[in-house]
Nanobody
Framework: QLQLVESGGGEVQYGGSLRLSCAAS????????VGWFRQAPGKEREFVAA????????AYADSVKGRFTISRDNAKNTVYLQVNSLRPEDTAVYYC?????????????????????WGQGTQVTVSS
């Protein structure tokens, strides 16, 4: 019954920033760990970031560490991905996903097959 909807994507120049949102409905996100993934044309969907139910534990792909920040506001039933210092290689469709019961470990959060629910994605385009 959980549904996820991403928003906040758009076009930005090199070095720009966006805040992506993942809004949940149908169920409370407090029962789920949440991850962000991205997929560029012709490439596999790859892990970007993840956050535990409480928000106390996070994980990031090496390519985005120091530039992206994942956070959550369970009162708003929303998870965010702040993306800064954007590069053309960040261009992709960004998806959020939820895993009921959270994660066994940070390793678990990085595998897309571990997630139960997915949003439809939001496009991020970074120009040179």
């Amino acid at each position: 019954q959980l549904q996820l909807v991403e928003s906040g994507g758009g076009e930005v120049q090199y070095g720009g920033s966006l805040r992506l949102s993942c809004a949940a409905s149908g169920r409370s996100l407090s029962s789920y760990g949440v991850g962000w993934f991205r997929q560029a044309p012709g490439k596999e969907r790859e892990f970007v970031a993840a956050i535990a139910q409480s928000g106390g534990n996070t994980a990031y792909a090496d390519s985005v560490k120091g530039r992206f920040t994942i956070s959550r506001d369970n009162a708003k039933n929303t998870v965010y991905l702040q993306v800064n210092s954007l590069r053309p290689e960040d261009t992709a469709v960004y998806y959020c996903a939820a895993r009921y019961g959270g994660f066994y470990s940070t390793s678990t959060s990085k595998h897309r097959y571990e997630y139960n629910n997915w949003g439809q994605g939001t496009q991020v385009t970074v120009s040179s």
